[in-house]
Every structure is written in structure tokens, then in C-alpha cells.
């Protein structure tokens, strides 16, 4: 079932409470978060929220894109397949992040598969009211074109990275991009708050897991990273960094 049969109506107890939290998701999420009040207040009357438990599928790849999503709570993982149909991870997304936009902008299907890696609650962003909030507000659609930039210098950085690294290091550098995207500083390092399993790190990046788990274990015998049960813990983040170069 796609997100876009699941979206729900409004919560029947405090509208007002409700919709000031919608407001307060939407303007710690870019490229929300360069508009004023009153146009986040007027926003969150107009997303629509959505929720999905642990392994149900949000969308298809090639399906019709009428909405794109931000993450209100939970983790969703973006995937898809390749020429031999072996399936990729290509990301993860968490909380104020959105995911979905590809469609939206330029007018086509789904470009990759979404599923709610864990219980989920979305905000879901149509189509009209993004053009109509690109239309109103230039520093929001300057905030977008950013945002496209930086996802296609991240692609540009990942093909370059399997053509031009070794294992180890391209292992190194999607850490360190994790920790950018997902990084919480700690008292003993940074701690990637999205959590994941050895085989995702393995198709992030296009590597087998038995080669994952180790280059996972020499990185851990080096005292740079503590997996933690799947968050991991970057104790040496300068040294990955190195790494990586």
C-alpha cells in the first residue's frame, strides 16, 4: 500500500496543539526552515500526516509521484535496483528530512523504493502546494535548488568513489558522510542516530557484507569506530576522515 492511500485527516483532540506541532517539524526541516511564521502555520493546515509500521512500503519505484514526505518521527529507507536487479540501498532518512522531492520537481514517477524501516509518522507535501510555496517565496526556492545541489554533488562524490577507491575507503567516507547527515556529538565520539544493519552499509556502499563486517572489525581493532548495535560511534572521526582521502 503507497503513502498516498494513507494519509489521514486531521487528530480529533487539539487541532491547535496539532497543527503548532506540524509547524514546529516543518521549520527545523529545509527547506522549510527559511520560512516565516506565518507561512508555517499556514503550511501545516495544508501537509497531510501520514503513518507507517516497521516494514510497510511507503512507495514504488515508478509509480506516480502526487506528494513528497517529511519525517516527522521514525526511519525510512530509499532503494532500488540496478541493471542486474540487485537491490541498492541508497539512503536512509530520519527525522526533519525529506524524501520523495525527486518526482515532485520534475514531473515524473518514483525514482526509488521507500519503506519504513522502522514505526514511522510522515508529513506528506503535494504537489500544488510546493509550487505554490516555490511561487511565494524565493528564499524557498532558493533553499530547494541548495538541497538539489548538495544530493547531486553527494551522487557525483559516490560514483567517483567506486571507480576511484579501494574497499576501505570508500567505507571510511560513507561513514563519515553518515555522521554529517545523522551525527550527535557524544562524550566519547559522534554517534550516527540512524540505525542500521551491516548489510545496508554493505549496499551504501556497492560492497559485499562479509567485506563490511571486516573492514568494520579492523576499523574497531584501530579504536576509530564502536558499532554499537547498529548506530555506530565514530571515536576517531579524524583518522576515518584520513582515511577517506
Do not use: C
Not at 190 to 198: C, H, V, W
Not at 207 to 223: E, K, W
Request: net charge neutral.
Amino acid at each position: 500500500m503507497i503513502a498516498d492511500d494513507r494519509t489521514q485527516p486531521p487528530d480529533s483532540g487539539d487541532r491547535g496543539a496539532e497543527l503548532r506541532d506540524r509547524a514546529k517539524v516543518l521549520r527545523a526541516t529545509a527547506p522549510f526552515s527559511v520560512l516565516d511564521d506565518a507561512a508555517l502555520s499556514d503550511l501545516a493546515k495544508k501537509v497531510a500526516p501520514a503513518r507507517f509500521r516497521k516494514g510497510e512500503v511507503i512507495f514504488r519505484e515508478g509509480e506516480p509521484a502526487g506528494q513528497f514526505f517529511v519525517v516527522r518521527a521514525g526511519q525510512v529507507k530509499l532503494s532500488t535496483y540496478g541493471p542486474t536487479r540487485r537491490h541498492r540501498l541508497i539512503g536512509i532518512v530520519g527525522p526533519h528530512q525529506i524524501f520523495g522531492e525527486p518526482g515532485i520537481i520534475d514531473h515524473g514517477p518514483r525514482a526509488m523504493d521507500a519503506d519504513a524501516m522502522e514505526d514511522s509518522t510522515l508529513l506528506g507535501v503535494g504537489s500544488q502546494v510546493f509550487w505554490e510555496t516555490v511561487e511565494t517565496s524565493p528564499a524557498f526556492a532558493r533553499k530547494v535548488i541548495e538541497l538539489i545541489g548538495q544530493r547531486l554533488r553527494r551522487a557525483d562524490r559516490a560514483a567517483q568513489d567506486l571507480v576511484f577507491f579501494d574497499a576501505s575507503t570508500r567505507l571510511a567516507r560513507k561513514l563519515v558522510d553518515l555522521a554529517e547527515d545523522y551525527g550527535e556529538q557524544t562524550d566519547r565520539g559522534i554517534l550516527i542516530r540512524a540505525r542500521m544493519t551491516q548489510g545496508d552499509l554493505a549496499q551504501m556502499t556497492g560492497m559485499a557484507r562479509p567485506n563490511v563486517n571486516r573492514l568494520l572489525a579492523a576499523f574497531t581493532s584501530r579504536g576509530w569506530i564502536d558499532w554499537n548495535d547498529g548506530r555506530p560511534i565514530l571515536l576517531r572521526p579524524d583518522l576515518l576522515i584520513e582515511q577517506g582521502r
